[in-house]
C-alpha cells in the first residue's frame, strides 16, 4: 500500500500556517473531492457525497413534515423568460452560462443554464394556479445550479453547485412572510442540531439582497479564521415577480388578486462550513449526525486467534443502529488511527485481545482524543451518548469561537484595530441604514456587512460612520 | 371547486381510440407533468417525482447492496474531452447542447452538456486509480443528462431527463462483464418485483448498441399497445475507453495494464414505461412498491358524527406501515372514486357508519375493481395482502399481453401477417446476423432488431431474410 502509506507522511498544511491551504488540503486529503478538466467545477468523490446525501436526506424531512412537496424543473431558461423580472435579470445575466447550439444547429433563441429557477416557478405557477383554494403551493427542488464565477473553491464557491430550491406561491403577504421566516428557522435548527454550527439569523441590508426580492433573511456561520459563511438565505419577494409573470388568482371574494411568493436555498457549500467549523491539523471532524462513517472499528493486534472475529460481530451489531465500519486492511494501527482522523470519523473503536478478555472495548473521541473503557454489554447507549456529547461539544466550541471573534466597536478606529489585533470576526456596530455609509465602512476597514441580525443590541445612538441616528446594528466581517 | 369538478367530464381518451392521445392525457390529469416554455423538457410535478423518488430510494439501495457508491460529476464536458474515444464522439455530438459563452465572455473551448457521462468518469480513473488494490471502482450518480431530441414525448423520450448512470472499472475482463451482467439482472428484478412489469433481458445487436461500447445489453418491455419499451440497459466497454483515456494500472506483477469497464443506465422513462404497461381507460395504475399514496381513506357519508374522526383515525393507524392519505374534502364520493382512479392510487378504503357499526370497511383494488369487506382488526394484514395480490395481478397481465402479442414467425410474409393482423408485439425470427439482413427486415415489414434474447428459441435453421444459416434468434418490432 505504498500510494496509501504516503498520506501519513504528506502532513496537512497546518491552519495557523495558511488557513486556505489547510482547507484544500483537507478537501483533497479526506477524499472529499477532487479536480478535473472542468474549470471551476468539482467531482464529488464517494466520501463528500455521502456527506451531501445525509444533508439531503435529514434536511428533506423536514421539509416534507411541513407539508413542502418536491419537483423537478427544466435545467434551462430561454433568455426571454429570465428577462421578465428587471431587476433578476440584472442580478444574473452577467454570471450564466448561455447554450446557444443543440446538436449542429444553432438555437432561435439562447437558453441559459439555471443559476437559480424563480423564472421557470412563476411561469408554472402563473399557468396553473387559479383559484386561493390552490394555494399555496409550496414546492421545493434538489438540483444543480451554474453561476459563472471567476474564482473558485471546492464547496465554497464552484461554477456548477448542487443545493436545494424552495418555491412558495401564497394568497397574502403575511403567509408568505411567515414562510419566509419559517424556512430561515428551519436552516438555522438545521445547522444547530444536525451540523453543530451555531449562526447568526439576520436580514441582508438593501445592497446584497438576492436579485428581485423585497427582503434576503440569511443565516451566518462563523468559520475556525474568523470569517463569516452564508449557510442559507431565504427571500421574501412581496408581489414582485407575481406582476412581472401576471400570477393572478380569484380570491373568496372572486377578486383577481397577485400572488406573494418566497425562494429558499442551501448549497453544498454547507460541507464547506462543516470543514472550516470543526476541522482541526489532523484534518476533517465530521458532526455524528452528517458523518458517513460513525464508528470506525479497529482490531488490535489483529493476528491475535479471535480478535478479528469480535470486530467483525461488532460491526454486525452496531450496524443495527449506527453507521459503522471496520478496517481489516493490513496498514498499521497508527496509520489507521490517522486515516480515520483525517475523514473526521467521530468514534474510533479499538478492540484487541485483551478487551476481548474484559468484554470491554476502547472508544476514542475524533474532536478531543479522549479515551473511554467501556463494557461490551451497554455499547449502543455508551456510543449513543458518546456521539451526542461529541456533537454538543463541537457546537459549544463553534460558539466559544463566535464569542471570542465578536468585537463590538463604536469607531472606525476600534474596527480597524480589533481586525488588525484579533484577526477576522463579525464586528458589531451601529449604521445609519444607508448605503454610502455602509460601503465606506467597507472601504475603510475592509469589512462588509453580513447581516442585520434578529437580536438587536443597542450599542450606540449613532452609526458609527458618519455619526448621524443609527437605526440598525449590523454584524460586518469579511466572508467566504 | 369548479376547476377539479370539470375534470371528471373531460374524459380520458380511450386507449383503443388513440394511444398516443390516451398517454398524454394521463400523463397530464394525473398530474405527473407539465409544459414550459423550454421545448422539449418537462416540468415534473409533485406526483411524478414522488414516484421517481421511491423509483430512486429502491433501486440505490440495491445498487449500494451491492457495494456500489454514489458520486457527483460536472455537468459540462470540455469539447476535446468528449471528442478522445472515435466511436462515443460520433455517437453523441450531433444531439448534445453546447455552451459557448459564460456570462458575457466567450468560451476559449465550447462545453456540451453532459448527454452521459463516460468521458468524465474515464478522466477521473485515469487520474486516481494507480494499482490493482484500487480496483475495482463502483461508481454511480443521480443527475440530469441533456440530449438535444427533435421530437419529444412525457418521460419517453425529453431534451433533458434525470437518470442514474453507474460507472465501473476493474482489473479482468471477466470481472467487468460480470458487472455488465449482474446489473442488467438488478435492473430486471427491479421492473419484475417492484414495477410489476416482466422485461426480456437480451444482447443488443452491432448497429444498435452504445457509442463506444464493445457490448450493451438490454431489457426490454412490452407496453399495453404491443411496443417495445427499453428500460434499462448495461454495456460493457472492454479497453477501449481505456485505451483512450490511457487509464493503466499496475497488476500484482507489477506490469502496466489498462482498466476494464462497464456503464449502466435507467432513467425517468421508466415511468412512462409504469404508465403504458398498467394503465388503463379510467387512467393511472401504480405498481403498490412505487404508488406515492398506497392506501386513500374515503369517509362515506362524511357529515354522519363519527365518520371523519374514524376515517383520520385509521389514517394515522395505517401510516405507521403505509403511505396512506385520506380525502375530506367536500367533493362528492363519486368524484373522489374517479379522480383516485385516475392517480392510480392501489387501494381505495372506504369508511361510512354502517362500516364503523360492523367494525368494519371496504376496500376496493384499482385494477379490477374488486371490492373487500374487511373487519378493522386485521386491516393491515389484509392490505399487505391485497398489495401484494395487486401487484403480482398486475405482472400477470403484462405478461399475458407479452404471451398475446409475441409472434414466431418463419418468413417476412409471416412477420407482415401477424403485424397486420394483431397489431405491435414482439416478433421473433431468426437471424444470419448481417447488419443488411436486419436493416431489410425493418425495410420491408417496419419492425427493427429489439435485442438478441438471452432466452434463444431454435425456431429453423436459416435467416428469415436471407435464408442463410441463422444465427440468432431475435427479437424485432416498433419501440419507443
Redesign the interface.
Known amino acids: 500500500?505504498a500510494?496509501n502509506n504516503k498520506k501519513m507522511v504528506e502532513a496537512i498544511t497546518s491552519m495557523e500556517e495558511d488557513f486556505a491551504k489547510w482547507y484544500t488540503d483537507v478537501v483533497k486529503k479526506a477524499e472529499l473531492v477532487?479536480y478535473?478538466?472542468?474549470k471551476g467545477?468539482?467531482?464529488?468523490?464517494?466520501y463528500g457525497?455521502?456527506i451531501?446525501?445525509l444533508i439531503q436526506k435529514q434536511m428533506d424531512e423536514r421539509f416534507k413534515a411541513l407539508g413542502h412537496?418536491?419537483?423537478?424543473?427544466?435545467?434551462?431558461?430561454?433568455e426571454s423568460?429570465l428577462q421578465k423580472e428587471k431587476d433578476h435579470v440584472e442580478g444574473f445575466?452577467?454570471?450564466?452560462?448561455?447554450?446557444?447550439?443543440?446538436?449542429?444547429e444553432p438555437l432561435p433563441e439562447r437558453?441559459c443554464?439555471r443559476p437559480t429557477s424563480e423564472t421557470?416557478f412563476c411561469?408554472?405557477y402563473a399557468?396553473?394556479v387559479?383559484?386561493y383554494?390552490?394555494l399555496p403551493k409550496l414546492?421545493n427542488q434538489w438540483?444543480?445550479v451554474?453561476r459563472?464565477e471567476k474564482t473558485t473553491r471546492p464547496f465554497l464557491r464552484t461554477?456548477?453547485f448542487?443545493w436545494q430550491e424552495g418555491h412558495t406561491v401564497h394568497a397574502t403577504a403575511e403567509e408568505a412572510v411567515a414562510e419566509t421566516e419559517q424556512m430561515l428557522n428551519v436552516y438555522a435548527d438545521f445547522c444547530e442540531n444536525v451540523l453543530n454550527m451555531p449562526v447568526v439569523k439576520g436580514r441582508k441590508t438593501e445592497s446584497d439582497k438576492f436579485a428581485g426580492a423585497v427582503a434576503t433573511y440569511a443565516i451566518e456561520a462563523m468559520m475556525h479564521d474568523g470569517k463569516a459563511l452564508q449557510a442559507g438565505t431565504s427571500h421574501y419577494f412581496g408581489d414582485g415577480f407575481a406582476r412581472a409573470f401576471n400570477m393572478t388568482f380569484t380570491d373568496k371574494e372572486n377578486k383577481l388578486q397577485y400572488m406573494h411568493q418566497t425562494s429558499w436555498g442551501t448549497t453544498t457549500r454547507l460541507i464547506g462550513a462543516i470543514i472550516m467549523s470543526h476541522g482541526d491539523n489532523n484534518g476533517l471532524v465530521l458532526p455524528p449526525k452528517v458523518a458517513p462513517t460513525q464508528v470506525i472499528v479497529i482490531p488490535i493486534a489483529a493476528h491475535k486467534p479471535g480478535v478479528n472475529e469480535k470486530a467483525q460481530e461488532l460491526v454486525e451489531r452496531l450496524s443495527k443502529r449506527f453507521r459503522v465500519k471496520a478496517d481489516f486492511s493490513d496498514n498499521s494501527a497508527g496509520w489507521k488511527f490517522a486515516e480515520y482522523e483525517m475523514k473526521g470519523v467521530p468514534l474510533r473503536l479499538e478492540i484487541g485481545p485483551k478487551d476481548i478478555e474484559k468484554n470491554q472495548c476502547v472508544l476514542v473521541r475524533r474532536d478531543n482524543r479522549e479515551k473511554y473503557f467501556v463494557s461490551l454489554d451497554n455499547l449502543e447507549e455508551e456510543i449513543e451518548t458518546l456521539l451526542d456529547t461529541l456533537g454538543k461539544a463541537l457546537y459549544e466550541k463553534a460558539a466559544g469561537n463566535i464569542a471570542n471573534r465578536t468585537y463590538r466597536c463604536a469607531s472606525i478606529e476600534e474596527i480597524k484595530q480589533n481586525l488588525a489585533e484579533k484577526g477576522d470576526g463579525f464586528v458589531l456596530a451601529m449604521w445609519c441604514g444607508e448605503e454610502e455609509c455602509e460601503d465606506k465602512v467597507k472601504e475603510l476597514t475592509g469589512v462588509g456587512s453580513r447581516c442585520i441580525p434578529f437580536k438587536q443590541e443597542h450599542l450606540s445612538d449613532t452609526c458609527v460612520c458618519c455619526g448621524k441616528p443609527a437605526k440598525h446594528m449590523v454584524v460586518w466581517g469579511n466572508a467566504y
Not at 412537496?69 to 430561454?78: A, C
Not at 445575466?93 to 449542429?104: L, Q, R
Open positions: 500500500m500510494d477532487d478535473s478538466s472542468v467545477c468539482m467531482v464529488i468523490k464517494p457525497y455521502a451531501w446525501e412537496e418536491n419537483v423537478y424543473m427544466p435545467l434551462f431558461i430561454p423568460l445575466a452577467p454570471e450564466v452560462a448561455w447554450v446557444t447550439h443543440g446538436g449542429s437558453l443554464v421557470l411561469e408554472h399557468a396553473t387559479h383559484s383554494r390552490d414546492y438540483c444543480n451554474v459563472w461554477r456548477e448542487l
